[in-house]
């Protein structure tokens, strides 16, 4: 597996050694010890997720304020665009954000640790979603960022247009967001 550090270097890419030939392919998505050396820490993932979502949808950007979770996030069928915010206020990298194209063909993942807002819109057909927690998913501690504040300077594909449920298009901007420490 190689292991490649974002622009946020608490914010990590995975890509997995792929073995194919005309039969098709075989690669390991989940190893617990690579996992642990990529990261420097044993992560407990306690849920996984799983979502289907048509071309444009916006999911994001989510965090929860109390039980935060990791994400280890990837793509199973279709191309995701991929966004992590750090909303760690004790971090040098505060309000920064980082992306990634995630996509069934590329087997890219990401880890996005607790502290972070995540969001993905979708650029293919449809996309299926993978994603493994490290806390349980807790409604009542659920928040989201604006996907499109100024301040956040995320470079959205202008390509696609976004559809958002209406809890995400009223987001907070980060300026009015409850963050950590």
């Avoid at 992560?43 to 048509?54: G, K, L, P, T």
């Avoid at 989510?62 to 039980?67: C, I, S």
């Avoid at 665009?81 to 995630?102: I, K, M, N, Q, Y």
Wanted: glycine share 6%; hydrophobic share 45%; charged share 25%.
């Amino acid at each position: 597996m190689q292991v490649i550090r974002s622009q946020i270097p608490d914010v990590i890419i995975l890509e997995p050694k792929v073995f194919g030939d005309d039969r098709g392919f075989f690669f390991e998505s989940w190893n617990r010890r690579a996992f642990a050396l990529a990261v420097g820490s044993d992560i407990e993932f306690v849920q996984d997720n799983h979502s289907r979502s048509a071309r444009g949808v916006l999911r994001g950007l989510h965090y929860q304020v109390r039980q935060a979770q990791g994400k280890l996030v990837r793509v199973v069928a279709g191309e995701v665009f991929d966004v992590a915010v750090d909303l760690r206020r004790s971090s040098p990298t505060f309000g920064r954000s980082t992306a990634e194209r995630l996509s069934a063909e590329n087997r890219r993942m990401m880890w996005v640790p607790a502290g972070f807002a995540h969001g993905f819109l979708v650029l293919s057909d449809h996309a299926e979603f993978l994603y493994k927690t490290t806390d349980y998913y807790a409604p009542q501690f659920e928040r989201a960022l604006f996907w499109n504040d100024p301040a956040l300077a995320i470079a959205w594909p202008e390509d696609v247009a976004p559809v958002l449920n209406a809890r995400d298009a009223a987001g907070l901007r980060l300026s009015d967001a409850e963050t950590y420490p």
